[in-house]
């Protein structure tokens, strides 16, 4: 019998050139914003227990990204000197570190993952109030050929400015310099941060991308005591806080929009928000407007995503102090679908889709008699939704006092006579030769055109004036 011993550590190769195959550009750099967004969470905990209304104010995170350039700066404390093994290193030791704040980081690869994602040579440097330290992911050190983990901390006193952490590309990888490069890459991450972000923006935290300070999308409710408000409904899954809200976010969809959705295959809504249930963790979008089976569409009961219910918008909250019972993944960017407490809000999710895309079906053809009720009632911020429904929300029925929630309030259309939808399709051609001998526009929608042909047929026969 041979006996030998096998070295079983780590890849290099693996840590540096598969594992950031597992993110997007994209979330490469939100992971990097989500790391200053966790030491403004550890800065200002307190304020957040008190529950202040801008807890993050006066703290930032500055990026500056193109073809040539690439860092990423914060003002949030920086890395304590306990921290700086775990912050550095390639995984996280301790799998309590930060369990009693609600931040976001849990393996404690994701702002390395990112800078090997992003950079050939990178220079991490951070200011605390115990020290300020420099080490540099250099070329031969991120080699994957290279077996040497070891890296060279220069470690100084402390200075008097900001305290924060620096991250720079002292060289971009050349495919990620030319996204960098592109206009449309960086329009899309604008609307990114002002979307996964909205929440902490809301509440102080400033990002800044090239100079353009990034203003917050959240989502929002249509309200109106008694005449419109949304399904709500709270929850306690062990240490996790689940909050679900689903209801209108504008006026219903009328027959012509859906068939312009339709063609032009455009999800987009007014001012930039879209249809669908947005999923949030600890203040971290990480799902935005999803209308897959993902958060419950089409599933059970539940119709599949339509240009009917692009006026339905709602958001699954999961918050807890120990970021490792969250529903989402190492990329921060899925879902644990699985995860027993993701299921208890994902079936508060489709409970309110249900009620809401059952409505639309009711009033189906008399959209416009709801129109001016929706429009008029008031936006309503998810922490505005909550604090007007949590006193009034009811005790869910087998949950042991652990959920509560609040039914949907949707606006009646008045009935004086029963209306019977008529729906059907003829060829394009067909349909444009008609609307030409009607001398209607070229640009009419199809549903007018018949709705036209009908209204001539009933005066004629008189069953109309």
């Known amino acids: 019998m041979i006996t030998r011993e096998l070295e079983a550590g780590p890849s290099k190769r693996f840590f540096v050139e598969m594992l950031p195959r597992d993110i997007s550009l994209e979330h490469a750099v939100l992971d990097l914003v989500d790391n200053s967004l966790d030491g403004a969470i550890r800065q200002r905990i307190a304020r957040l227990r008190l529950g202040q209304e801008l807890p993050y104010q006066g703290l930032q995170c500055e990026l500056k990204i193109s073809a040539d350039e690439f860092s990423v700066s914060d003002n949030c404390g920086g890395i304590p ?91 971009i990888r050349p495919n990620i310099a030319r996204s960098f490069s592109s206009k449309s890459f960086l329009d899309d991450l604008v609307k990114s941060l ?35 408000t949304p399904f709500y409904y709270e929850a306690k899954s062990g240490n996790v806080a689940i909050k679900v809200i689903v209801g209108l976010f504008r006026k219903l969809t009328r027959e012509d929009e859906r068939e312009e959705a339709i063609a032009s295959n455009d999800s987009l809504e007014a001012g930039g928000l879209k249809a669908g249930i947005t999923v949030v963790c600890n203040d971290r979008v990480i799902t935005y407007a999803d209308t897959s089976s993902v958060t419950g569409w089409g599933v059970g009961n539940v119709p599949r995503y339509h240009p009917q219910f692009r006026s339905i918008a709602g958001i699954m909250i999961f918050e807890s102090d120990d970021a490792t019972t969250l529903p989402v993944s190492t990329t921060k960017g899925a879902l644990d679908l699985d995860d027993g407490v993701y299921v208890k809000g994902l079936n508060a999710a489709m409970e309110g889709l249900r009620a809401l895309t059952q409505y639309t079906n009711r009033v189906k053809g008399m959209e416009q008699s709801t129109d001016t009720v929706i429009s008029e009632a008031k936006r309503y911020s998810v922490a505005e939704v909550a604090k007007v429904l949590h006193p009034t929300a009811r005790s869910v ?13 949707m606006p009646e259309p008045e009935r004086k006579n029963p209306l019977a939808r008529i729906s059907f399709s003829r060829e394009a051609q067909e349909v444009e030769k008609v609307k030409e001998l009607l001398g209607l526009p070229a640009d009419e929608k199809p549903g007018s055109v018949g709705e036209q042909v009908w209204k001539d047929l009933a005066r004629k026969l008189r069953v109309i004036e």
């Not at 002002?194 to 249509?222: D, H, Q, T, W």
């Not at 029925?397 to 309030?409: L, Y």
Request: net charge neutral; with cysteine; proline share 5%.
């Open 194 to 228: 002002s979307r996964y972000y909205a929440y902490v923006i809301e509440k102080g935290f400033k990002i800044v991308l090239n100079g353009k300070v990034i203003s917050p999308l959240p989502i929002e409710f249509r309200f109106s005591e008694d005449l419109v």
């Open 397 to 409: 029925r087998h949950s042991n006092g652990d959920a509560r929630k609040n039914v949907a309030k």
């Open 81 to 171: 000197d306990d921290r700086l093994d775990g912050a550095l290193k390639l995984g996280r030791d301790d799998p309590k570190l930060d369990n009693d704040k609600p931040t976001i980081g849990m393996y404690g690869i994701g702002m390395k993952r990112s800078i090997f994602k992003i950079c050939a040579d990178a220079t991490v440097e951070t200011n605390s109030d115990t020290s300020k330290v420099r080490v540099v992911y250099d070329k031969k050190w991120m080699n994957p050929d290279n077996p040497d983990w070891k890296l060279t901390l220069f470690q100084d006193a402390p200075e008097d400015s900001d305290k924060g952490v620096k991250i720079v590309a002292n060289e």
